[in-house]
């Protein structure tokens, strides 16, 4: 079983439309979550953290669920520049600030 | 600015020839690694360093080195590259602290024939 899954995609969405990506985690100790975006060929950005009681940024809205380790992001209204793949990251220690990537999810904002 | 510098960007060489991949961040960052991207797996980390001269191996380590002799510096060593080292790789760097985000450099693609 990997350490961080995803749904890879594609999400192919209108413009305007609401879509939510799902991600879960196989570590229970794992101490910290983002979300990262990363555009073709580019470096991955950070997108948001991820905290236990939600979060939300515009139109960006992380959740996450300890028991059922488990993460979600919520994006309002697509636009065609949120076009891109989605990585959920999970930071097993905080000691060694190692990450555990996902292999990300591709979403493609039609006009 | 605030960012991190990798070089060069893109390389095609041939097997056994020792190559190396500089890395520089500004940031003053503690904390530095070295991942790699291929299709289907995401990336997976291959070094990291936790601070000058603190070096330790990642999830893929095999045929490749790493030093880390000043802070800023981070450079990745492929003793004698192979075909199955051709990949999309990314350097990064963070403040030590487990929720701290992380910053990558631009990307280096390595093609090995």
């Known amino acids: 079983r990997k350490e961080v899954e995803q749904d890879p995609g594609p999400f192919n969405v209108p413009e305007g439309a609401t879509v939510a990506f799902n991600c879960t985690y196989s570590?229970?100790?794992?101490?910290?979550f983002f979300w990262y975006r990363q555009d073709c060929r580019k470096e991955p950005k950070l997108l948001m953290s991820v905290y236990s009681s939600g979060n939300e940024d515009g139109r960006f809205t992380a959740q996450l669920n300890r028991a059922s380790q488990y993460i979600s992001l919520l994006i309002r209204d697509s636009k065609l520049s949120d076009s891109a793949t989605y990585l959920c990251v999970v930071n097993e220690s905080g000691a060694t600030n190692k990450l555990i990537f996902g292999t990300g999810t591709l979403l493609a904002v039609q006009p | 600015e605030a960012q991190v510098t990798q070089n060069p960007r893109y390389l095609i060489t041939v097997t056994g020839k020792k190559l190396t991949v500089t890395c520089s961040q500004n940031m003053n960052h503690e904390y530095m690694s070295w991942y790699r991207q291929d299709p289907g797996l995401g990336l997976r980390q291959i070094y990291y360093?936790?601070?000058?001269?603190?070096?330790d191996k990642g999830d893929v380590p095999e045929g490749y080195k790493v030093s880390r002799k000043e802070k800023r510096n981070f450079p990745l060593i492929l003793e004698s590259p192979s075909p199955n080292q051709t990949s999309l790789y990314f350097c990064a760097s963070t403040r030590r602290g487990g929720n701290q985000p992380q910053h990558f450099g631009d990307g280096t693609r390595l093609s090995i024939l």
């Open positions: 570590n229970s100790a794992s101490q910290s």
């Open positions: 360093s936790m601070n000058v001269e603190v070096t």
